[in-house]
């Protein structure tokens, strides 16, 4: 893709006889641009299925970075004349079946290689013939985006490469010839293909599809969880800094949680605005980057989380290596486990109620103990549990712009009244600090039971963290600090 064109690639002309103002490039882009979001589909649609945790993390920024790649052909697509009536036209169903076709895999690895080879690799071709066909001076600001967008794919790719030598697999041959037959009923991606009179437009990929994600996601093997030290902490929270670091490196290596749950906010949002999708998409990646986070930090001190467990947020503790989409007896993974536990989708509703949680909820409760821990970490010496927290609340602060900003709109589609979102927030906070406040009086009474396996795991993991890296005591205020909020 070097945007020139050779002997054997003859260039092609982008504009015709009925071509007006517009080149013949707009609805090459309107069709890629939909395949674009197909594909940030297809990722959110299978990313559950994936268990161990690094691959999470891959999959968690493919999620952005192919929101990233929409944008850039969104971002080209305004420049032509017509500017934003460009955007979100309707397009040829036939693009709809191709990418439902890769989306109704037989197993989790045919899903895999369907999307991350097959689909990737005919969005490449297709992009690598018009850069070598197009005219490398007229046309050079497409050009580049197209190489910006084939790039990412590229970096798919090695993690393919990767992924498979961890995992060999050689894809279903039947699956293959469907897609290979779906992407020759769209002439192979070589030219922009026409909506024809009383066809129905391409809706966005697994709306017209019996897909279902999983309700409950795949886990890392060996994480059970474990005995819940986090009573201790909480007994301790408000007087002991060395609780609250263990807290926090804990607690945002569980924020994965929120990820995984995200990737069906996404997929099932498809009637929100493309800048909703962007927006949750790099949400979902800064709270996967927060887990990571938070686990990278465990692992400093050598705790993993075969050791401490990785409970889900909702009570499931369901660890499949895979999980399928239909039965198991039509499915040729042994590893799956029955797809009785399919999730219904998420209603505009359940949407708003998730987006409300989280962003008016969870993330604005906290922000006062997290900025005291970044305050007593920094003033105790440990520089890096500092730089994990500030890190956390710069995204969290954007990320309660973004709930302030679709809340209304999501309301509308829930045909719930909105009006006073603040207030209700703002009493829900109040009754899941009194809530907690409760709680933790309970836990303060907790004795220091040495023959507890709860209380032994507890002492044991800040003795390691001290060890690693003890915290200078007598450099803060030893005066206690706010009590967990929820």
Not at 49 to 74: G, I, S, Y
Not at 102 to 126: E, K, M, R, W
Not at 198 to 203: I, L
Request: hydrophobic residues 35%.
């Amino acid at each position: 893709m070097n945007g020139t064109t050779t002997l054997e690639t003859p260039r092609s002309v982008l504009v015709d006889a009925n071509s007006g103002k517009k080149p013949l490039t707009v609805d090459r882009l309107r069709d890629w641009e939909y395949l674009e979001r197909c594909l940030h589909r297809l990722i959110c649609a299978w990313g559950r299925f994936f268990p161990d945790w690094n691959d999470k993390v891959t999959v968690h920024r493919h999620v952005w970075e192919q929101a990233e790649a929409v944008q850039r052909l969104r971002d080209r697509l305004v420049e032509f004349p017509g500017r934003e009536s460009n955007l979100d036209q309707p397009v040829s169903p036939r693009l709809e079946a191709f990418a439902n076709t890769v989306l109704d895999a037989p197993t989790h690895d045919d899903a895999v290689d369907g999307i991350y080879q097959v689909f990737c690799n005919a969005l490449v071709d297709s992009y690598t013939a018009y850069c070598t066909s197009a005219h490398p001076v007229h046309d050079a600001p497409t050009l580049s985006v197209l190489m910006e967008v084939a790039h990412a794919k590229e970096n798919m790719r090695l993690w393919l490469r990767d992924y498979r030598r961890r995992h060999p697999h050689t894809i279903d041959n039947g699956y293959l010839a469907t897609i290979q037959n779906a992407i020759q009923q769209c002439d192979g991606l070589s030219s922009a293909i026409a909506l024809e009179k009383g066809q129905t437009p391409a809706a966005p990929a697994g709306v017209n599809s019996p897909f279902r994600l999983p309700l409950y996601p795949a886990r890392p093997a060996g994480t059970h969880p474990k005995p819940d030290f986090k009573v201790h902490i909480e007994a301790n929270f408000e007087t002991d800094l060395e609780a609250r670091r263990l807290f926090w490196c804990v607690g945002y290596a569980y924020e994965m949680n929120l990820a995984m749950d995200q990737l069906r906010w996404l997929y099932d949002g498809h009637f929100m605005p493309w800048a909703f999708t962007r927006d949750i998409s790099r949400h979902l990646w800064d709270e996967s980057r927060h887990g990571d986070s938070g686990y990278s930090r465990l692992l400093d001190f050598g705790i993993g989380l075969d050791e401490i467990g990785f409970p889900s947020y909702d009570g499931d503790e369901t660890y499949a290596d895979r999980t399928p989409l239909r039965p198991a007896s039509t499915a040729s993974d042994e590893r799956s486990i029955p797809a009785a536990i399919a999730a219904d989708p998420i209603t505009p509703n359940g949407l708003y109620e998730r987006v409300f949680a989280i962003g008016m909820i969870a993330e604005t409760g906290h922000f006062q103990v997290k900025r005291e821990a970044y305050d007593d970490f920094k003033a105790a010496g440990d520089l890096e549990s500092a730089e994990m927290m500030l890190f956390d609340i710069i995204d969290e602060q954007t990320h309660v712009q973004y709930a302030h900003c679709w809340l209304p709109v999501l309301a509308e589609h829930a045909n719930v009244d909105n009006t006073d979102y603040r207030q209700r927030a703002a009493n829900e906070r109040e009754s899941r600090r009194a809530a907690a406040e409760q709680r933790q009086a309970e836990t303060k009474r907790l004795s220091r039971d040495e023959s507890s396996n709860t209380y032994r795991l507890y002492d044991r993991l800040l003795t390691r963290m001290r060890d690693q890296k003890p915290l200078d005591l007598e450099a803060i205020d030893p005066s206690p600090r706010s009590a967990l909020p929820m």
